[in-house]
Nanobody, 125 residues
């Protein structure tokens, strides 16, 4: 089993920044990729960013490009999501996820095998 624990969420004013963390533990951690998704009230869970654990290759959803950075610390088994210039529409519960097989696109929830419990990000206008 793999456990994923997110942290770093909170209440921030529009234009501010947050860094979310996702610490992985459990069996020898050698995922193929890690991803961040978010879910706003009444909406489906949507893709935010993904990173290949070994190569560091990243991919972002258009609404986050230029404002977000996904990174990983292999030694700490931790993945981060830095979000800048936050907007009220970024308000959501943010989830990290781990994939243990090559991704097709990396943007679909079904591609990921394990999920964290989520951390709330609220951006006030």
């Amino acid at each position: 089993q793999v456990q994923l624990v997110e942290s770093g969420g909170g209440l921030v004013q529009a234009g501010g920044s947050l860094r979310l963390s996702c610490a992985a533990s459990g069996r020898t951690f050698s995922s193929y990729a890690m991803g961040w998704f978010r879910q706003a009230p009444g909406k489906e869970r949507e893709f935010v960013a993904t990173i290949n654990w070994n190569t560091g290759h990243t991919y972002y959803t258009d609404s986050v490009k230029g404002r977000g950075t996904i990174s990983r610390d292999n030694a700490k088994n931790t993945v981060y999501l830095q979000l800048n210039s936050l907007k009220p529409e970024d308000t959501a519960v943010y989830y990290c996820a781990a994939a243990f097989k090559p991704l097709r696109r990396g943007r679909d929830t079904w591609e990921y095998d394990y999920w964290g419990q989520g951390t709330q990000v609220t951006v006030s206008s």
